[in-house]
């Protein structure tokens, strides 16, 4: 199972969600767990065999059109979106980012993994979004980070 995962990693940034499709396969491999295969991790592993077998219409990064950043922050788990509008103004996902949340990051407050969230984001994407000559836009869920605002008194570094 291991292996299977290891290879898929490669292809994760064409596969959306793919840490939060892979999670439960990935609990398989950890020395405590009991290695029980069920339904479900064959439907995940089914999922993942589909998606390595289609197609995919893959965009290069280009500079001078508009680009979108979707991310957001779950439990274990932060997943982002880069998209750019083609001339026609239809929006297409290019590339898709998931990153496992360490055991510390877990126990972060929600409002703390939509930053980290945030921060993971431009890191990973830092060498094409530098570039780019039009503002992007991002979209988050800014619920938490409102809470942030109220509860918390922010000291200027």
């Known amino acids: 199972m291991q292996f299977f ?4 990693n490669f292809y994760q940034r064409f596969i959306k969600n793919f840490s939060k499709i892979v999670h439960f396969l990935i609990q398989l491999t950890q020395k405590e767990m009991i290695f029980k295969w069920d339904q479900a991790c064959q439907m995940i592993f089914n999922h993942i065999k589909k998606w390595m077998t289609e197609v995919f219409i893959l ?21 982002d979106i880069l ?12 590339i898709y980012y998931s990153k496992n949340l360490s055991l510390a990051e877990c126990n ?5 993994k939509k930053l980290l969230a ?17 503002l992007i836009n991002m979209f988050i869920d800014h ?15």
Request: glycine fraction near 0%; charge should be negative; aromatic fraction near 14%.
């Open 5 to 8: 995962v290891d290879f898929c």
């Open 59 to 79: 965009r290069h990064f280009d500079q001078n059109k508009k680009t979108i950043l979707e991310t957001d922050s779950f439990n274990y788990v932060n997943d």
């Open 83 to 94: 998209s750019q509008y083609d001339d026609e103004e239809t929006l297409h996902s290019m």
């Open 108 to 112: 972060y407050e929600i409002y703390d």
């Open 118 to 134: 945030i921060i993971h984001v431009f890191k990973h994407w830092w060498s094409e979004l530098k570039l780019t000559k039009l």
């Open 143 to 157: 619920q938490a980070l409102t809470s942030l605002m109220k509860d918390k008194k922010l000291s200027k570094c």
